[in-house]
């Protein structure tokens, strides 16, 4: 079993930039796959980014395409998004996610192929 720890949500004005950072433990994590999600009031959990356990290959939603960036660093068991260009609809809580199969070489963007999730963290970006 792993654990999840999200940070670096906030509050920032549209068009600001934020770094979240997820924190795992409890296994070695660098086998698996991580993603991220947020979800909005009164809305579904909607994919934002994934990445292989090997850095390799990343995915993204449509909505964060050429504004975010994923990434890892397998030695410190943390996996990162960076949020540039940041709009009101970016607004919303981000979980962090382990995927439930190691070594897989494409990043899944659907909740069900995540195992583990943190306890999220809060982005509120004002328009």
């Known amino acids: 079993q792993v654990q999840l720890v999200e940070s670096g949500g906030g509050l920032v004005q549209a068009g600001g930039s934020l770094r979240l950072s997820c924190a795992a433990s409890?296994?070695?994590?660098?086998?698996?796959?991580m993603g991220w999600f947020r979800q909005a009031p009164g809305e579904e959990r909607e994919f934002v980014a994934a990445?292989?356990?090997?850095?390799?290959?990343?995915a993204y939603g449509d909505s964060v395409k050429g504004r975010f960036t994923i990434s890892r660093d397998n030695a410190k068991n943390t996996v990162y998004l960076q949020m540039n260009s940041l709009k009101p609809e970016d607004t919303g809580v981000y979980y962090c996610?382990?995927?439930?199969?190691?070594?897989?070489?494409?990043?899944?963007?659907?909740?069900?192929?995540?195992?583990?999730w943190g306890q999220g963290t809060q982005v509120t970006v004002s328009s």
């Open positions: 996610a382990a995927e439930k199969r190691r070594f897989r070489t494409v990043p899944p963007n659907h909740y069900s192929d995540y195992g583990n």
């Open positions: 409890g296994r070695a994590n660098s086998e698996y796959g």
């Open positions: 990445i292989t356990w090997s850095g390799d290959s990343t």
